[in-house]
C-alpha cells in the first residue's frame, strides 16, 4: 500500500485506558466507560482518549466551552466543534443553558 503513517505508543497502548476516568461521587464509582458502553457508539481511540482527558479535567459537575477544550486537548477551534457535536448528538455530553451559548457539561445518564 506504500502508506506512510506515523505509530505512537501513546496512541497504541489502551490496556490503562478503561482503567482511567474513575472518581468518587457519594460513595459510588461512576465509569466514564461504563457510560460509554451503555451508548452504544463507535468512536476512534483518538476520540475516547479525548473524553477521559475531558471527563478527567471537568467531571460530572463543571461546566465547559469550546475554549476549554481547545486549551485541554491542544486542538485547533474547528476540530474542537465537532468533537463537541459529535459528543452532543451521542449524548456524551449536554448543552447547559443558562450560562451562556456554548456550554456543556457530561450527561449523567
Known amino acids: 500500500m506504500n502508506e506512510k503513517n506515523e505509530l505512537n505508543n501513546r496512541n497504541l497502548h489502551i490496556s490503562g485506558l478503561f482503567r482511567e476516568g474513575k472518581i468518587d461521587i457519594q460513595s459510588k464509582k461512576v465509569d466514564i466507560e461504563s457510560i460509554l458502553s451503555r451508548k452504544e457508539v463507535d468512536f476512534s481511540v483518538k476520540t475516547i482518549t479525548h473524553i477521559h482527558k475531558m471527563f ?6 463543571e461546566i465547559f466551552g469550546r ?18 457535536s459529535k459528543l452532543v ?12 451559548k456554548g456550554k456543556y457539561k457530561f450527561s449523567k445518564e
Open 56 to 61: 478527567e479535567k471537568f467531571g460530572f459537575d
Open 67 to 84: 475554549s476549554a477544550v481547545v486549551e485541554l486537548l491542544e486542538l485547533q477551534n474547528s476540530s474542537a466543534s465537532k468533537l463537541i
Open 89 to 100: 448528538r451521542a449524548g456524551i455530553i449536554e448543552p447547559v443553558s443558562g450560562r451562556g
